[in-house]
């Protein structure tokens, strides 16, 4: 055998395998036995079929198991000569293999880039206070009351925080937005809808609330509203300036509940004291969650941009997929249609690639630290994963763990998803950390 390594780049090779003649033959004949011992044809007792015999009758089958045979001692015989590092494998051209004939065989692959590990422990990371301040307390308590607000009818002009119901009808350069864009009619006309005034959770029109303080039930208002440039929900509006005439309705004013023993049972608690301590116990956990988010962040850009070197491109390819399906899943949910990814494809795949590249690299680091600190997978990370998982989808655990265990790609991704969650952690809880005031 003869194996002979080509550099197609700094992370693909192509190994050339040759086998001759008479290893290829042995092959042929191992299989052959291999099915002459399972072979049962009238007139012969089981495994004593000659071999003749069970060439001829079993031609298809032979021929496909001692093809893979081939191509695996071919494999198998170059990695242990050549002592490669494989990721993934390319492509295989196994060529004529025929038994008594000399055959070749050529892989591709895609090998670990080698790198130098830059310092890891001792990062610097920010992190905000967590203790809570009283007033975001006091603001957590009032958006628990706003959630259970009344609203009452005012016969006042409409102010900040108040519900208007009203109608408005839309134009652009004096062409009706119904017409303009009839597939999205919440943008043209719209007989009654509720608006808040100045709040912060905008509705279907950008702008519209805070354009409406000070009108009357029975009053009619044109106003002007700018589109963002960036404006995906509808496209053809984007960067424009459109007229919206405007009729209020009804206007509706919010009443906030009493802080009385009905609204403290309602959240659990006995008084005002016993909910604040609630309140600040929940946003001491937030803070300490997206200190640790930051944290993870900070860690692994920091990683990232101590050490340089070529991925391979089977491994962005993939993840580029990945990338572009979850941009494109999630935007279809807020609405985007399938003609703007059409259009904008190049970019997308362009953004894809850049952001895919960046995390193959972050992998391959965080896959030498876990390595260097012998970060394992243990039992409990994949009953914990399983757990995780069960709760999200609704699934038995039993289940998804008999699912994983007979799909091994699927359990070697898990498997390493989790590793890379285990060195960020590591990361984390090597680094040097500076509490810093949030900026106002």
Not at 232 to 258: C, D, F, M, N, S
Not at 278 to 289: F, H, T
Not at 314 to 322: D, H, I
């Amino acid at each position: 055998m003869n194996v002979q390594l080509n550099h197609v780049s700094a992370t693909r090779k192509r190994l050339v395998v040759t086998l001759d003649p008479g290893e290829v033959d042995a092959e042929h004949q191992a299989v052959v036995r291999e099915i002459a011992k399972l072979a049962a044809l009238p007139g012969f007792r089981p495994g004593k079929v000659p071999p003749a015999i069970v060439a001829k009758r079993f031609a298809k089958e032979i021929a496909e198991e001692f093809k893979q045979k081939v191509v695996t001692k071919a494999y198998r015989s170059a990695l242990d000569d050549q002592k490669v590092d494989v990721l993934n494998v390319v492509n295989v051209d196994e060529g004529k293999i025929e038994a008594g004939a000399a055959a070749e065989v050529a892989i591709t692959l895609d090998i670990r880039p080698e790198f130098a590990l830059p310092e890891y422990t001792g990062l610097p990371t920010e992190v905000a206070p967590t203790e809570p301040t009283d007033a975001e307390v006091e603001n957590v308590i009032e958006g628990l009351r706003s959630e259970r607000a009344d609203f009452k009818p005012a016969e006042r002009p409409a102010q900040k925080g108040d519900y208007v119901k009203l109608s408005y009808e839309g134009t652009l350069d004096g062409k009706p937005i119904a017409e303009l864009v009839p597939d999205k009619q919440l943008y043209g006309k719209v007989p009654q809808t509720w608006e808040e005034v100045e709040g912060t959770n905008e509705g279907v029109i950008p702008g519209l609330g805070k354009q409406l303080t000070g009108l009357k039930p029975g009053e009619k208002k044109d106003v002007t509203i700018v589109f963002p440039p960036d404006f995906a929900a509808v496209p053809a509006l984007a960067g424009k300036t459109a007229t919206y005439a405007v009729e209020v309705q009804e206007i509706r004013e919010r009443v906030l509940p009493a802080l009385d023993a009905e609204f403290f049972k309602a959240q659990q608690v006995d008084d005002l004291a016993g909910l604040q301590n609630q309140v600040r116990a929940n946003l001491k956990m937030q803070k300490e969650y997206q200190n640790r988010t930051a944290q993870r962040r900070q860690v692994t850009e920091q990683l990232a941009a101590k050490v340089d070197f070529p991925v391979p491109d089977s491994l962005v390819e993939a993840e580029t997929q990945g990338v572009l399906r979850n941009f494109i899943e999630e935007n279809m949910r807020r609405g985007v249609p399938a003609e703007q990814f059409e259009k904008d494809k190049k970019e997308l795949f362009e953004g894809a690639r850049k952001a895919a590249t960046g995390r193959v690299k972050l992998q391959l680091i965080l896959a030498r630290i876990a390595e260097q600190e012998k970060i394992e997978v243990t039992d409990d990370d994949i009953n914990n994963y399983l757990y995780r998982e069960a709760m999200r989808s609704g699934q038995k655990p039993d289940k998804l763990a008999k699912n994983l265990a007979a799909d091994r790609e699927q359990l070697r991704s898990v498997q390493q998803s989790i590793i890379f969650d285990k060195s960020v952690d590591f990361l984390v809880s090597k680094a040097t950390v500076t509490t810093v005031q949030p900026k106002a």
